[in-house]
């Protein structure tokens, strides 16, 4: 039987490079290609792949995302594609995932392919890889502090005492009551720490803790206000209202 495959990453020069690789390799039935999260969410339950070529850093609905949609009855064989992202290598490599890092060559792929062609060979009855559940069930629990190093120092701040997250270039500031905390990561790597129960993304350069909403008011357009108990307003994309809306 051949290996039923398929490729999930938003940038398509990235699926052709996979693409190409996969071409030549006679045990391959590429079964489709996914542009973001909700495509693949849906391709998972037409074509049920029993391998995935996986991006983690997508908007609005990542590549852990879409695992954590699927539940545990229809996860394939994952080979994890990303860019430089501490988290989720380090993570991938707690639990003995494999994963490409972009920019990677034949040679690092050939070998990703027959590790993983093999784990399909092996999980043919349908059995879900345990390392895939402990990692999810990881990342449901959620960083409980998060290291913040500025000028020399390194401060421990509890992700339960942050109030909001904003964008701020290749950084992220950290408001906590009266402080605030400039972080380097990026917003799709600090949401992927923190716990999804109490943090939801509202914006494309904003994050809230759930437990600090007073009040949602109505704006433009589908568009909604956010007002803390601190007094605070913040911005709800109509995009990313849905997710607000599961955790509340």
Same mark, same amino acid.
């Given at each position: 039987?051949?290996?039923?495959?398929?490729?999930? !990453?938003?940038?398509?020069?990235?699926?052709?490079?996979?693409?190409?690789?996969?071409?030549?390799?006679?045990?391959?039935?590429?079964?489709?290609?996914?542009?973001?999260?909700?495509?693949?969410?849906?391709?998972?339950?037409?074509?049920?792949?029993?391998?995935?070529?996986?991006?983690?850093?997508?908007?609005?609905? !990542?590549?852990?995302?879409?695992?954590?949609?699927?539940?545990?009855?229809?996860?394939?064989?994952?080979?994890?594609?990303?860019?430089? !992202?501490?988290?989720?290598?380090?993570?991938?490599?707690?639990?003995?995932?494999?994963?490409? *890092?972009?920019?990677?060559?034949?040679?690092?792929? #050939? !070998? #990703?392919?027959?590790?993983?062609?093999?784990?399909?060979?092996?999980?043919?009855?349908?059995?879900?890889?345990?390392? *895939?559940?402990?990692?999810?069930?990881?990342?449901?629990?959620?960083?409980?502090?998060?290291?913040?190093?500025?000028?020399?120092?390194?401060?421990?701040?509890?992700?339960?005492?942050?109030?909001?997250?904003? #964008?701020?270039?290749?950084?992220?500031?950290?408001?906590?009551?009266?402080?605030?905390? *400039?972080?380097?990561?990026?917003?799709?790597?600090?949401? #992927?720490?923190?716990?999804?129960?109490?943090?939801?993304?509202?914006?494309?350069?904003?994050?809230?803790?759930?437990?600090?909403?007073?009040?949602?008011?109505?704006?433009?357009?589908?568009?909604?206000?956010?007002?803390?108990?601190?007094?605070?307003?913040?911005?709800?994309?109509?995009?990313?209202?849905?997710?607000?809306?599961?955790?509340?």
């Amino acid at each position: 039987m051949k290996i039923r495959t398929l490729i999930v !990453d938003d940038e398509p020069l990235a699926r052709q490079r996979l693409r190409n690789l996969l071409h030549a390799d006679p045990e391959i039935d590429m079964v489709g290609e996914c542009g973001n999260g909700q495509e693949a969410l849906a391709a998972l339950q037409h074509y049920h792949p029993d391998l995935m070529f996986l991006d983690v850093q997508m908007p609005v609905l !990542d590549g852990f995302g879409v695992l954590e949609a699927l539940g545990e009855t229809s996860l394939p064989v994952i080979i994890f594609v990303t860019a430089h !992202d501490r988290y989720a290598l380090k993570a991938f490599e707690v639990h003995a995932l494999d994963y490409l *890092l972009k920019p990677f060559d034949k040679s690092r792929f #050939a !070998d #990703a392919l027959k590790r993983a062609k093999d784990q399909v060979k092996k999980d043919r009855n349908g059995a879900v890889d345990q390392r *895939l559940l402990d990692l999810l069930q990881e990342r449901a629990r959620g960083a409980q502090r998060l290291m913040v190093k500025s000028a020399g120092r390194v401060t421990f701040v509890r992700t339960e005492d942050i109030d909001w997250i904003e #964008a701020a270039g290749n950084y992220v500031r950290l408001h906590a009551g009266k402080e605030d905390h *400039l972080h380097r990561e990026s917003m799709s790597g600090l949401e #992927a720490k923190l716990d999804q129960k109490r943090f939801v993304r509202i914006h494309r350069s904003t994050i809230v803790n759930v437990e600090r909403i007073h009040e949602l008011q109505p704006a433009f357009h589908g568009d909604y206000i956010i007002i803390l108990h601190n007094g605070t307003e913040l911005a709800l994309s109509r995009n990313y209202r849905d997710n607000l809306k599961s955790v509340l």
